[in-house]
């Protein structure tokens, strides 16, 4: 995927695991219409792994932290589900590491898209890719 496209899921259940050369914290956000999550359960990270319709999967060092969005469990009133990356040590940039997106079917595993968001430098959180509702129908849009 390049920075802006999007593709139509195929499968209700999606996993976007994010990985780079160094450790990094994925976070999922619930967002309404206007772009707000609803409340603290609407933030889905390490330390509140799960919530209404999305978990956070720890990879524990040897893997990538994935975020798993189920759209069938989704809470009404939710419209894109953010997922964010920024490297767990503190003060790191992106510059040199950046991360990709590997968009899974949940199920299977089977990888449905990739996405490495290009130039990065300064930046010590990045929105990666969003899973969002777009009439009536729900697609994954590589953001970076």
Known sequence: ?????NIPLPTARVTVDVAAPVRLDVSGL????????RSDDDFIFYNQPSGP???????????PDAITVDTSAVPPGIEKIVVTASPDAAGQTFQGIEP????????????????????????TALVVM???LRAGQWKARAVG
Do not use: N, Q, W
């Open 1 to 5: 995927m390049t920075p802006g496209s």
């Open 130 to 132: 969003e899973i969002y």
């Open 100 to 123: 990709t997106a590997t968009l899974r079917d949940a199920d299977s595993g089977a990888a449905l898209a990739t996405f490495t968001p290009p130039r990065l430098g300064t930046e």
């Open 53 to 63: 319709g999305v978990t956070h999967r720890s990879g524990g060092g040897s893997a």
């Open 30 to 37: 619930l967002l309404t219409a206007d772009g707000k999550v």
